[in-house]
């Protein structure tokens, strides 16, 4: 992520901060006597303020997380009501009113009969319990030996050591291993890359080439996300997902959609599943299902992956201290609100065209190779020959985004991500709330840098 080079303000927090924090996926040797840590302090809809009060429109919805837009009051009134009636108690063998509550909405909001909610304090955990779920639903069916999970490579399903497993990015997984044994990888659907003839359904069917190579009876789950983040906002080409249904019911294998990012309006709809019309098995959640205001993640379960831990004495011996918590619920619950007041998935559904078009306007800058996602979930290609689609290497990618890009995109009050963990891209995610304002402005500082970057450090 972006470092931002600025003048040294040696505030106390800064000093505090150089110290003590340790922040995360973050070159902490970056921030040393010249180079200023992002030090944000706080804000309000669309923008956040850093401690010398410059304003940044939050392209990224902070990490694809904020989706209702930052400021709302009133998550912190229904946490403070919360703390007051019931401050925690947990959900192992308890349950208390705002879960379930809670459970009982996001149950509704689900496509099919996705109608048993998990609750967890973040993405990683739902991706964990979700692959444990699906090894101890073939457990019980007697099919102990099914056991591994196919993902896409360059996928980020996060960093625990079983999300780490699905995870697909080669340098995040290699400095940690061994991992979780039983992860398979398969090609995903980075289709700009794809030569013009390649069978749409390719991808898909080396889902299914993986797993009768594995064989059937060793393979648990696939876990795929709707639009794949890593790598800039992978589209699935027609009927994927419908490919993907057909091979998991085949090989009784079940599919979890991974929707920490692609869920609560992010894609227009509440999931990310219901955009392309397929009914997963489990959808794992997290991020925008408090809008960030509070952290929660959840896996929400059909009835048949429920059902042999609905009887007998059987369990899923399963569970997390502070998953579900009352005040993360409560605030969940007015951030479900504030989805069905504001109708914010229609307003993406009609603003994402004008969204998406604003980003296709800088196709004529030589830099952009292409332009792709879905909903407020968009990203641009960064290549070195249009023609070719010829990209960056190791060393030009990182003078580009971390050189220039990063910097640059901050110094100009733009928070997006250059990323280069596929070929490099910009990511835009912003606050569901945004409208043609902050696109203009997008616009406007994209083309001015993107130029830039072209003149200064490209050539
Ligand atoms: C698709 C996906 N799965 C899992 C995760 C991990 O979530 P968390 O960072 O909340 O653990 C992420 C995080 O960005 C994600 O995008």
Not at 391 to 403: A, I, T
């Amino acid at each position: 992520m972006a470092t931002a080079p600025q003048q040294v303000v040696d505030s106390e927090l800064q000093q505090l901060a150089r110290k003590h924090l340790w922040m995360h996926f973050s070159r902490m040797g970056a921030y040393s006597a010249d180079h200023e840590i992002p030090l944000i302090t706080r804000a309000d809809g669309c923008y956040v303020y850093d401690e010398h009060g410059n304003r940044y429109l939050d392209g990224l919805s902070a990490l694809f997380c904020v989706n209702a837009g930052h400021g709302r009051a009133e998550y912190g009134e229904a946490a403070a009501r919360q703390v007051e009636e019931l401050d925690f108690f947990t959900l192992w063998s308890y349950a208390h009113p705002r879960a379930i509550e809670l459970a009982a909405r996001i149950a509704n909001l689900a496509p099919g009969d996705l109608n048993r909610v998990f609750f967890t304090d973040g993405g990683s955990e739902a991706v964990e319990s979700a692959l444990k779920l699906a090894r101890n639903y073939h457990r019980a069916h007697g099919k102990g030996q099914k056991h591994k999970f196919i993902a896409r490579e360059v996928a980020y399903h996060g960093t625990s050591l079983g999300a780490l497993s699905a995870t697909g990015i080669t340098n995040l997984r290699n400095q940690f291993e061994p991992l979780v044994p039983g992860a398979c990888h398969v090609p995903n659907t980075n289709i700009y890359r794809w030569p013009e003839d390649r069978d749409p359904m390719w991808a898909a069917d080396a889902i299914e080439e993986r797993i009768v190579f594995e064989g059937p009876e060793t393979v648990a789950a696939v876990i795929l996300e709707p639009v794949q983040n890593a790598g800039g906002c992978f589209v699935p080409p027609d009927g994927y997902f419908q490919r993907v249904r057909e091979i998991c019911d085949q090989y009784d294998v079940l599919l979890i959609s991974d929707e920490v990012i692609c869920a609560w309006g992010r894609l227009g709809h509440y999931f990310g599943c219901e955009k392309f019309g397929y009914q997963p098995d489990m959808i794992t959640t997290a991020k925008g299902i408090t809008s960030a205001y509070a952290p929660m993640g959840a896996v929400i379960a059909s009835e048949k992956v429920f059902e042999p831990f609905s009887k007998g004495d059987a369990s899923f011996a399963h569970g997390f201290t502070f998953a579900g918590h009352p005040v993360a619920a409560a605030v969940a619950l007015a951030n479900l609100d504030v989805f069905e007041r504001e109708d914010l998935c229609g307003h993406v559904l009609a603003k994402e065209g004008e969204f998406r078009g604003m980003l296709e306007s800088l196709r004529d800058l030589p830099i952009v190779g292409d332009v792709r996602g879905a909903g407020y979930f968009q990203a641009i290609e960064l290549v070195k020959d249009k023609e070719t689609k010829e990209s960056f290497n190791d060393e030009e990618s990182e003078k580009l985004l971390r050189g220039f890009l990063s910097a640059e995109l901050y110094k100009r009050g733009l928070i997006c991500r250059a990323d280069d963990r596929g070929d490099p891209v910009i990511q835009l995610a912003p606050p569901l709330i945004s409208d043609t304002e902050q696109f203009d402005e997008i616009h406007d500082v994209l083309r001015g840098v993107l130029t830039e970057a072209w003149e200064q450090v490209v050539n």
